[in-house]
């Protein structure tokens, strides 16, 4: 049973180009959870869904972040206009319950805005 | 609302010597408690969790209890390894909602042989 696989695990992009950072959670699980990672900082949540709903965006940037998670596929969370303040290292977890403590992460990707 | 925190490192050790990270936390309700581990260039592996008052949470070497009166959940091993050397983070679960994770800001180990 692979892991909670994220892609691609490092990103390099411009100030004001779009970054979209993916997520396939692990066999059977239907919630994903976000988190990012700023330097020399612990994580912090960004946003919870479920197939084709998101439950909770509360640690969403108002502007510029979104999510998704479709019935096919792998969640996204995608970043427009991108900033330097948005270099961070991304992590997906995936839970088979809404049990986020009982989440499994991926390995992250780190994104990087020059 | 609910935040952690926990002892600033880096923290340096030797093979072999007495390791305590401190974490405390405050939260409304009960909320689960956890130590992750994170290694360089890694995700996190959760090391060990407790989810009520007065539970002990054990794995690798690895203790925490959960103390109630004194909001803490501090981790601790006997004989460190090189092999343990990685960024440990104390974390709670929202215990209302959808149980996000709050993370302490990690404390990194080095350990040296």
């Known amino acids: 049973n692979a892991g909670v696989m994220q892609n691609p695990r490092h990103l390099v992009r411009r100030r004001g180009q779009e970054a979209r950072l993916r997520c396939s959670p692990m066999?059977?699980?239907?919630?994903v959870y976000w988190y990012r990672q700023l330097p020399e900082e612990g994580l912090k949540f960004m946003v919870y869904?479920?197939?084709?709903?998101?439950?909770?965006e509360s640690g969403m940037p108002k502007e510029r972040f979104s999510a998704e998670f479709p019935k096919e596929g792998p969640s996204i969370l995608r970043i427009q206009q991108v900033v330097r303040g948005d270099s961070a290292a991304y992590f997906c977890a995936s839970s088979p319950l809404q049990a986020g403590t009982e989440a499994f992460f991926g390995q992250g990707t780190r994104l990087t805005v020059v | 609302g609910n935040s952690v925190t926990q002892m600033e490192g880096p923290v340096t050790l030797s093979e072999e010597a007495f390791l305590t990270i401190n974490c405390t936390y405050t939260a409304t309700g009960y909320p689960s408690l956890f130590w992750y581990v994170q290694y360089p260039g890694e995700g996190l592996q959760l090391l060990l969790k407790?989810?009520?008052?007065?539970d002990k949470g054990s794995n690798k070497g690895f203790e925490a209890t959960y103390r109630k009166e004194t909001t803490s959940f501090h981790l601790e091993k006997g004989s460190v390894q090189v092999s343990d050397s990685a960024v440990y983070f104390c974390?709670?679960?929202?215990?209302?909602?959808?149980?996000?994770?709050?993370f302490g800001k990690g404390t990194k180990l080095t350990v040296n042989p």
């Open positions: 869904l479920q197939k084709e709903n998101i439950i909770d």
């Open positions: 407790a989810t009520k008052a007065d």
């Open positions: 066999k059977g699980h239907s919630h």
């Open positions: 974390a709670l679960s929202d215990p209302y909602g959808s149980e996000k994770l709050v």
